[in-house]
């Protein structure tokens, strides 16, 4: 439930009836604003953690649907072991931390990707968020860990095929849709990607058919509230036709 009011939002030059209902983010340049500190880059993934609270809060305020952030690839296996331990820290810490102002919020959790490749703890800590906020109705926030889009539409393709091997049905694109992460969640309007690269990097390639793209070269843990509005306001001065006139 939106807890701003239509005239907060228009002083920030928002309009209420055209926000985004789903915005996804690539959280992307915490190693490389550390780097230009001097520091080691695990210390820009801690100040990207503490990034979290502003955009998930003002999300929840603005009334906006739901919002996917991207916090860990399939790819991300690659990193060395020590900066994987420490983002796995970071991810017990977080939620221990702000799990109960985030139930209190009525925000609903899931994880988008495979938990079980993830150390115990750190499974342990997504299973009992995810099941904690199971039946809360405000913001849905997403969590992409171990996420890729082609495992998820493989996956889904999967699950499409074992149900109709059972059923003896050709399953539409409905029932595709159904295994996704994302099934029963509203539309992609918005993606926005930080730290300057242009590119998806394997995130929602199937959900962002007709997102709008967001590329700033703003590193993540300098992407404030500010910086949203800033990429709110771009949102709504698009034109979108998906395919009409
Ligand atoms: C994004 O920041 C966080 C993760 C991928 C976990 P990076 O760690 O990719 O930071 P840069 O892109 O190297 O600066
Ligand atoms: C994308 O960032 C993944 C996350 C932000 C979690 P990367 O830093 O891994 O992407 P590439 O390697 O630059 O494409
Ligand atoms: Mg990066």
Same mark, same amino acid.
Not at 2 to 11: D, G, H, I, N, V
Not at 75 to 98: A, G, M, Q
Not at 128 to 143: K, P, Q, S, V, Y
């Given at each position: 439930?939106?807890?701003?009011? &239509? ?6 030059? #928002?309009?209420?009836?055209?926000? @985004?209902?789903?915005? !996804? ?7 490389? *604003? !550390? ?11 801690? !100040? ?10 003002? $999300? $929840? ?7 996917? #952030?991207?916090?860990? &690839? ?5 990193? @060395?072991?020590?900066?994987? &331990?420490?983002?796995?820290? #970071? ?27 993830? @150390? ?35 996956? !889904? ?33 918005? #993606? ?27 590193? *993540? ?25």
């Amino acid at each position: 439930m939106a807890k701003f009011t &239509s005239q907060q939002l228009q002083q920030w030059g #928002l309009s209420p009836q055209s926000l @985004p209902r789903h915005v !996804a983010i690539v959280m992307d340049g915490n190693g490389r *604003w !550390a780097q230009e500190k001097g520091r080691p880059r695990t210390f820009g993934h801690r !100040a990207g953690t503490e990034r979290l609270r502003e955009i998930i809060r003002f $999300s $929840s305020d603005a009334g906006i649907g739901a919002l996917t #952030l991207y916090a860990f &690839s399939t790819e991300n296996w690659r990193r @060395p072991e020590e900066e994987k &331990s420490v983002l796995f820290s #970071l991810l017990v810490e977080y939620f221990s931390k702000e799990i109960d102002e985030l139930h209190e919020n009525n925000v609903r959790i899931t994880i988008f990707g495979e938990k079980d490749p993830f @150390p115990q703890k750190v499974c342990q800590a997504l299973v009992r968020a995810e099941e904690r906020t199971r039946d809360n109705t405000g913001l849905r926030l997403n969590i992409a860990l171990n996420y890729g889009s082609r495992a998820e539409i493989c996956r !889904a393709v999967r699950l499409c095929c074992e149900e109709s091997a059972k059923t003896g049905a050709y399953p539409g694109d409905e029932a595709f849709e159904q295994h996704l992460y994302s099934a029963g969640q509203p539309e992609l309007d918005l #993606l926005i990607r930080t730290g300057g690269e242009q590119r998806l990097s394997n995130f929602l390639l199937y959900q962002a058919a007709y997102a709008e793209l967001y590329f700033t070269p703003v590193f *993540w843990p300098d992407f404030t509230r500010e910086e949203y509005i800033l990429a709110l306001q771009a949102f709504q001065k698009r034109a979108r036709r998906f395919g009409g006139l």
